[in-house]
Every structure is written in structure tokens, then in C-alpha cells.
């Protein structure tokens, strides 16, 4: 058995579902400002999960590789991945949102997807607790993206995160390795 409870073979898993009568779906929706470590989690849940992985950072760069794309693309790819959620969640399928997830409007586009599908909500938000530590990684990372230009850390320091308004699991990344932050939060999602 691997992820939260469920068989690590996704086939498998929906078979399981279905025979027992559970066919709800989870949508597992990440938060946090950029460099915590929310998308390398992410990644790492999704494939020991084997759940779909929506990263707001992929489609924004696929949008904006179109010539007639704008720089600000507002909340539009939150509203396009929040619809491609509640399709797949319909289907019975979890998702994982991977997104700063700053606002309250987004928050609440992630809990109307679900909702829409008649499926879970459960937030998990990333955070370094340590300022220095976070500066230096927003500093020297680079992009696994292909054109994406990443906020330096005067966009980060200075970015309005509105009040965490929701029951959530939190997984701080501050001197920690990769692996033992995914295994927290493996854990923590299978309570």
C-alpha cells in the first residue's frame, strides 16, 4: 500500500473504490509563497501517489508562449486548472493543485471545484521558516520550465499572502531535506 491509504497502482485503486462503494476523490491543494519547496514536493507526491499533478507554473509559461498572450494573466490559468480539477475529480480521480494559492478568491476556486465534483479538500501548505534560508533559494534556483523567468526575492518578500483562513497541514521546509519533508507529508495526508 503506498500514499494515503489506497493501492500505488491508480488501476487498482479505482478497482478498490468502486467494489467498496468509495468513489470520492481528493483534491490535494497546495500553498505557499515561491521557493518553500511546493513544487519538488509536489512532484514527488503525485508520482508516489499516482495522482494527476496541476502546476499553475507549466500552464502560465504554455499561455504565455502564445504571441498574443498578456504578461498578467490575472487568475485565468487558476480558473483553467480549477476546471480541468473538478473534471478529473468527477471521474474519481485525486488531484494535486500546486500553486501559491495566495489569495482568498483562489482558495475558494480550489474548494468550489471540489465541491462541484462532490470530492475532498485536503490543503497542505509549504513554508521555510527561516527568511535566510528562503532568500538563498530564491536566489539560486533556476527553472525546470523551459522560458519561465522566476520572481527574485524582492517579488517574494513583498507579495500580499492573504490570512491562512483554512484547516490545513503544514510542512516546513527549513533545514530539511526533500525526502523527509514528502515523508511528512505523506503521513500527515494519510491521517
Known sequence: MVG??????PVQRSA?????????????ALAG???TGKSSIARQLAQRLGIMWLRIDTMDQAIWTSSTAPRD???WTYRAAQAVAADNLA???????DCVNDCRAARDGWEA?????GADVTWLEVVCSDPAEHRRRIETRSSDIAGLVLPDWDAVAGRVYDARDRERIVVDTAHR????CVEEALDRLRR
Open 4 to 9: 494515503y491509504g489506497c493501492a500505488s497502482d
Open 177 to 180: 531535506s526533500l525526502d523527509a
Open 113 to 117: 471545484a471540489a465541491r462541484q465534483a
Open 91 to 97: 471521474l474519481g480521480l485525486d488531484v494535486l493543485a
Open 16 to 28: 478498490s473504490l468502486i467494489e467498496s462503494g468509495n468513489t470520492m476523490a481528493r483534491l490535494i
Open 73 to 75: 494573466l490575472e487568475d
Open 33 to 35: 509563497l515561491p521557493g
